[in-house]
């Protein structure tokens, strides 16, 4: 490959500066597109390139809307918020469409986790004990009990239970497991 002049390099620059394709460009200077595509890489210049397909039906603003409702708990769900996003949308849209406009915002889908409802004086006596105890080693920790409380049946476990038979579909004295009304009762420890 023999190298490109340095004034027709400078004459490139220019024009892909002043907002030409490097079509256009290679037109002009009667040289390559790969060449000016080079040349805009070895010198950093920023070139918008028209992406091809269909356009987007969905504005960028009614993503960061609907993703700003969401962070804010305005909205609990993408199908939840998609009559608001078609509202403010010239082009109606589909959940799929808004679900993966909000994964490329950054949102990812999680299950919720359930877990106990704490009130504010739980959340007080919770950040009193870490201040209290925050200095404690792990000797000071080493000589504490930490208990629970746990259930037990008296008559069967709340679980599920498997078995391992090789008679599919039969009921065997194995396969079944006996309840009694009301649970039978249990004890908690």
């Excluded at 208990?147 to 079944?176: F, H, M, Y």
Aim: with cysteine; charged share 25%; glycine share 6%.
């Amino acid at each position: 490959m023999k190298p490109t002049a340095p004034r027709t390099i400078k004459e490139a620059i220019k024009l892909l500066q002043e907002g030409l394709s490097t079509r256009d460009v290679a037109k002009q200077l009667n040289i390559s597109n790969a060449t000016v595509h080079r040349i805009a890489v070895n010198n950093d210049l920023n070139i918008s390139s028209n992406k091809a397909g269909r356009p987007r039906k969905i504005v960028p603003s009614t993503v960061e809307h609907i993703r700003i409702n969401l962070k804010r708990g305005l909205a609990k769900s993408a199908a939840a918020s998609l009559d608001q996003a078609n509202e403010i949308n010239p082009v109606p849209i589909s959940v799929a469409t808004l679900k993966r406009r909000l994964r490329e915002a950054g949102l990812i889908a999680k299950r919720v986790v359930k877990r106990p409802a704490l009130k504010s004086k739980h959340i007080r006596g919770r950040m009193q004990f870490v201040k209290k105890y925050k200095e404690w080693t792990e000797e000071d920790w080493a000589s504490v009990v930490w208990s629970d409380e746990s259930k037990v049946n008296r008559i069967c476990s709340n679980g599920l239970q498997w078995v391992w038979d090789d008679q599919p579909g039969a009921i065997t004295s194995r396969s079944v497991q006996g309840t009694v009304k009301f649970g039978g009762g249990s004890v908690i420890v």
